[in-house]
């Protein structure tokens, strides 16, 4: 996390409210509201800060440029047992990810696993947070989406894909569940905009400028520039990471019969949408599997903590540079937040304040 | 492809022939014998020349160990419906594996999709080859495995997990089928191998030394030197590579009651395995989900081509330099390869006849 500017601290539950109020202000049902508040606080208290309140405004604006239907009658198209398509109706990806995710348990508990293909959705938050449904029932949970284009495959100066993150949830017994929940590029946006402002010079990797080559001039970004795929060079792997976030956009976007490559809807209201759309909306996949008909939970729960315990005690470069698991860290700053408050930087407290203004509310 | 020294050229049924007499001489029914020198032969024919009859070798060296059982008596030890768990009775993974991609793609035809978790078995070759098994039945492929331990955790100096592949394979119309098939290091030890010979430098991230500092001396390989996870430095994100190995690494072993992290079995037989072993054996994870279930086959494999198109055609860096699709350049290999043969450079047909001597056959 880095704190720029001017900090204001708020409980979960009021930026949950806030949330809530403006999702209905927009049109969305109270329930609809709150679990897509839920979505978005959930990444506020976890420090995934890019995906919280923050992006309110991204999603009012999508609104506004009518391309979000806050009313989504989200519905089941075709199924197979343990498969199925959603067709999310123009929903908020925050909507209509945790509902395919709760039929894809529901078939895990029928059929042993549950899987959902989501076509015509938006944005849907963070990844984790649909992967983590599962936990309570002792299920893996997965989740993936992808996302606005803005990565080049290697030897290209196109943006054909977007951030593609992918995401699986363990339950465990006594040890915090593990979480792994990354983007296919090499770093976020954000991280980015961050050096900008601090100032600092960026490694190496992180981004490419217009014709595709390495830049680390982060002023590129606003001019054609471009992130990587994970492996950053073609040196050290691009094409990985690239071939990672092409299996995102398969499972999510042909797989559903949703958009895909670079006619990806972008989530800025701003950026127009393509002509000759080969599918419907944004796409997301999830799924859910029973650890019950691979192994006993309580056996798998407690070989989770002991992998847990195994990595953590690895052998360290150096004695005060602690080992984290995937997820670990997400839970230390949650635990924090929890007691501390949830910070909020200048520039959104002000994008949410024009909110309410926008609106006649009193959200903060 | 690299090739250094004196190259011979060979068939497909050549080698296939000689994977199928060293199996059948170390105890394999001809079934098995066949089965497996098949998934070798498709490593050599796709240019991946680590992992095929180069591997022989490392084969019979755990045979003789006595950690190999060649008359594997492979079954299902736990179901539920959609999901199972395989123990491969230590059998060869070549063997294994494919025999439970099947049953995954039995249940897939009976459920919409079908998972495997396996226990209790060896090195399975390829993660590409079980994936594309899929394929004839307009099912998407995936396949998992974990390995010996050569990558350290970031921040730790400790070997916890192997190259720890993942692989899918999507069905196409007209097109060469989409195959993703990535190990989750950085680089192949392979490849800091070819540079050592050729006395090339090698990128900084490739490798770490035994303190888990990043080295340009290929000569620490062999001093307790180790790979690195996809993203390389820490810098460029090497958190998420990591965090992808360690989610093989728990699909695989956890899952299965297979070992996992630092006690899973090496693949050469010099290495002793660790006392207190957690499971058995080395862990896989397949997979097949029928295309039907989400979306008309013929729909998807038309949208596959569809896509395939677009990044096949998205604006390159360079006029003269093709932009790839995963998995094209091994369906491009293969095409050349059935033509012209399969070259075997002179340390592995050295290696072949050392086994033809130490079995009393003639292989080459």
Same mark, same amino acid.
């Given at each position: 996390m880095h704190f720029c500017g001017f900090m204001q601290l708020f409980t979960k539950e009021k930026l949950r409210q806030i949330a809530i109020d403006v999702f209905c202000v927009m049109g969305s049902s109270t329930k609809d509201a709150a679990l897509a508040a839920d979505v978005l606080v959930n990444a506020d208290i976890r420090g995934i800060d890019s995906h919280g309140v923050s992006r309110l405004v991204g999603y009012v604006g999508l609104w506004e440029a !009518?391309? @979000? $239907?806050?009313t989504p009658k989200v519905d089941i198209v075709r199924e197979r047992k343990s498969t199925f398509t959603i067709? !999310?109706?123009? !929903?908020?990806g925050l909507v209509v990810a945790p509902k395919a995710m709760r039929i894809a348990i529901e078939r895990a508990k029928e059929y042993g696993s549950g899987w959902g293909a989501i076509q015509n959705s938006n944005h849907f938050g963070i990844a984790g947070y649909h992967a983590m449904m599962a936990l309570p029932h002792d299920m893996i949970g997965m989740a993936m989406t992808n996302a606005t284009p803005f990565i080049p495959p290697t030897? #290209?100066?196109?943006?054909?894909? !977007?951030? $593609?993150p992918i995401a699986y949830a363990f339950p465990t017994d006594k040890r915090r569940p593990l979480v792994v929940d990354l983007a296919t590029? #090499?770093?976020?946006r954000g991280k980015i905009e961050i050096a900008k402002r601090e100032g600092k010079q960026i490694p190496k990797g992180w981004m490419v400028d217009k014709h595709g080559n390495t830049s680390q $001039?982060?002023?590129?970004l606003k001019d054609g520039g471009m992130l990587t795929p994970l492996g950053s060079l073609e040196e050290l792997s691009s094409h990985k990471g690239y071939a990672l976030g092409s299996l995102v956009d398969v499972m999510t976007g042909v797989l559903s019969g949703a958009n895909y490559g670079k006619w990806v809807p972008p989530f800025v209201s701003f950026l127009p949408m393509l002509p000759n759309?080969?599918?419907?909306g944004l796409g997301h996949f999830v799924g859910a599997m029973e650890i019950e008909g691979f192994r006993p939970a309580s056996e798998f729960k407690a070989s989770m903590d002991h992998w847990i315990e195994s990595f953590k005690s690895a052998?360290? @470069?150096?004695?005060d540079q602690e080992v984290f698991v995937p997820g670990e860290k997400e839970y230390l700053i949650e635990e924090e937040r929890s007691v501390n408050g949830i910070p909020l930087n200048d520039v959104v407290v002000k994008d949410l304040e024009g909110l309410g203004k926008k609106f006649g509310l009193s959200l903060l």
């Open positions: !009518g391309r @979000i $239907n806050m067709d !999310g109706d123009g !929903g908020l030897h #290209s100066k196109q943006a054909m894909l !977007g951030t $593609n590029a #090499s770093v976020a $001039n982060v002023d590129e759309l080969p599918g419907k052998d360290r @470069i150096k004695a």
